[in-house]
């Protein structure tokens, strides 16, 4: 009698970012996975960087080729829709892709933002297209032209930052306080940094209007502005949605704390565009490459016929960086609120560098080693809250 061909399962990524590219990598663990990552872009675009990208002061994008396994098929193409009953994506080019198990890993996007005149004169950083059209439209402008960032986040505060440090006069807009995220502290070193970069901090100034030479601030003043940047908020694409399954109100995929759709056992999520719980974690590549390694593991274990693992992770602060020479550090307790406690000067600047560095090297090290990549456990994520979250979405 013939032997049966072993039956081999077939897993599509969606989203080439932090967590879809290493969540790939780790399912190779398995010999019998067929795995097709599915991303718009044919490089890798290290969000992280994009900022230095604008100021052209580094690159932001590496080769596929240098970070995923072997046997990993890239497609570069959109995916239009899922359609769950068929297990079968369609392509913005026409194709669909058949799967086992899915893993959704769209990642997030700039928030459209709603001041009059912004969609049309502001520019984002987001994405790697915006960030190279603002590196264009800086390019041509004299270095004494004034820029206005609006937005005080991480990005906000990283790009104004880099830009001061190239010697061009930066407002930056807080809409309120300076680095939300931050301690008083790391608050003070942020903004002791930006001040001697020659960055001029508004904090309770918020744009109310964009124009193509200036922001209108709330209280009418015009401010010149030859580039304005808009940093503010964040969103995630509608994929989700679209395809009939249930989303938080940014958009982002209801799974429970495996990271498992609530409505559909074949679909796992990570990254920015997960919401497990109804709780997201802060968007992050720190936050996206243990999401990425769970979701795999959540995965292989329903593969395995096993009972997969509940989402555990810990975080242990932020590092921003302040140009090239300066940065950051705020310390945070494991569930990701800050301590009392900052870091700033010439070595923050240094660590900085060597996290962006170690994001790479992590997916790599999968890409070498399936199931070599380790993440920071013991995160106190509110059971019984999670528990009852999750009750009351099914």
């Not at 990271?259 to 968007?283: N, W, Y």
Request: with cysteine; charged share 20%.
């Amino acid at each position: 009698m013939n032997a049966q061909p072993a039956q081999r399962t077939h897993v599509v990524v969606i989203g080439g970012g932090y967590a879809g590219t290493l969540a790939a990598n780790r399912l190779r663990q398995r010999p019998d996975v067929d795995i097709t990552l599915v991303n718009s872009r044919p490089v890798f675009v290290e969000r992280i960087r994009l900022h230095q990208l604008v100021a052209e002061s580094g690159a932001a994008t590496a080769d596929y080729d240098t970070l995923l396994g072997d046997g990993i098929q890239l497609v570069v193409d959109t995916v239009a829709s899922i359609e769950t009953a068929d297990r079968r994506v369609l392509l913005a080019s026409g194709a669909a892709l058949d799967y086992d198990y899915l893993i959704y890993a769209v990642g997030s996007a700039g928030a459209v933002p709603s001041a009059p005149g912004a969609a049309e004169f502001a520019h984002s950083i987001s994405d790697l297209e915006s960030a190279q059209k603002l590196r264009y439209a800086l390019a041509d402008l004299p270095l004494a032209a004034p820029v206005t960032v609006v937005g005080a986040g991480l990005t906000g505060i990283e790009t104004a930052s880099e830009l001061a440090e190239q010697g061009r006069p930066v407002t930056l807009l807080c809409g309120g306080t300076l680095g939300t995220s931050l301690s008083k502290r790391g608050r003070r070193s942020v903004a002791k940094q930006l001040r001697q970069l020659g960055v001029n901090i508004l904090e309770s100034a918020a744009a109310s209007e964009v124009r193509w030479d200036s922001v209108v601030l709330g209280d009418g003043a015009v401010l010149p502005s030859a580039a304005t940047v808009w940093t503010a908020g964040f969103t995630v694409p509608d994929l989700a949605a679209r395809s009939g399954l249930r989303t938080d109100e940014l958009g982002r995929l209801l799974t429970d704390e495996t990271l498992t759709s609530i409505d559909d056992d074949r679909i796992v999520a990570a990254g920015d565009a997960a919401a497990p719980s109804g709780q997201p974690l802060r968007m992050s590549c720190q936050a996206a490459e243990p999401l990425g390694a769970q979701a795999a593991e959540t995965v292989l274990a329903r593969i395995a016929g096993g009972a997969p693992a509940a989402l555990n992770q810990a975080f242990v602060g932020q590092c921003i960086s302040l140009g090239r020479t300066h940065g950051t550090v705020q310390f945070a307790r494991t569930d990701d609120t800050p301590v009392n406690l900052a870091l700033g000067g010439r070595t923050t600047a240094a660590i900085k560098e060597a996290i962006c560095k170690g994001t790479l090297s992590v997916i790599r090290r999968e890409a070498a080693k399936p199931g070599s990549y380790f993440w920071l456990k013991g995160g106190n994520r509110p059971a019984k809250l999670a528990a009852d979250r999750q009750a009351a979405l099914r």
